[in-house]
């Protein structure tokens, strides 16, 4: 079975700070893990995925996300943090075969202040 | 040319009754979801379907039956609505195995 938990559900930065937001996950098979944010009142929207190629993985609107199988982990980073980012993340794990459904975090609010 | 479209947006209903919600894909996906998206934010896989076919089914109430006429549609209706039952509904699409999930706007449902 897969799991992902997501420490924090609130994180609050400066504008212009870095931005992590912690994931970790469990999963009996190599996984495919997923960070998605959520602006309000929108559906959810895919910023990065890793699916076995590079561990550092870059994503849209200057996210990046590294894998780390030893700590079972793929924290989400930015390193300058906009009030534009100020949404919910998701961090989701789904395995490689047919059949093996999402499975999604708790989510993270972020609150970028000026 | 949306890719995940889903109607009504919003709907504001008294317990009781009975409703629909209608989920498109253009993207040519095999696979569709229904997720229930609670005021804490927490997302829960309600169903998905394959080809037409019910693949996962979580443990939700049977007063929630999905279908699927073709596979770029699946369809949500909701008997016996509950004041529990109001929530953001999301469709979704995907290409498995393993493949991004595209989400629809949602569908804000309010149980009176």
């Known amino acids: 079975a897969q799991s992902v938990t997501q420490l924090g559900s609130h994180v609050s930065v400066s504008e212009g700070a870095l931005v992590l937001l912690r994931c970790n996950y469990s999963?009996?098979?190599?996984?495919?893990l997923f960070w998605y944010v959520q602006y309000p009142n929108q559906g959810l929207q895919l910023l990065l995925k890793y699916t076995s190629a590079a561990t550092l993985v870059k994503g849209i609107n200057g996210f990046e996300a590294e894998f780390k199988k030893s700590e079972t982990s793929f924290h989400l980073t930015k390193p300058s943090a906009h009030m534009s980012d100020a949404a919910e993340y998701f961090c989701a794990v789904s395995g490689p075969s047919y059949g093996q459904n999402f499975v999604f975090g708790p989510g993270t609010r972020l609150s970028v202040l000026p | 040319d949306t890719a995940v479209s889903q109607t009504p947006k919003y709907l504001v209903t008294q317990m009781g009754n009975d409703k629909s919600i209608k989920c498109e894909q253009n993207l040519g996906h095999d696979t569709m979801y229904w997720y229930k998206q609670d005021s804490k934010k927490f997302l829960k896989i309600m169903f998905s379907?394959?080809?037409?076919?019910?693949?996962i089914n979580e443990t939700v109430p049977n007063r929630f039956s999905p279908k699927s006429p073709d596979k770029a549609h699946l369809n949500l209706h909701i008997n016996s609505l509950e004041l529990g039952d109001s929530a953001v509904y999301f469709c979704?699409?995907?290409?498995?195995?393993?493949?991004?999930?595209?989400f629809g706007p949602g569908t804000r449902l309010l149980v009176l």
């Open positions: 999963s009996s098979v190599p996984p495919y």
């Open positions: 979704a699409s995907s290409q498995p195995p393993g493949g991004v999930q595209y």
């Open positions: 379907y394959n080809n037409k076919e019910l693949i």
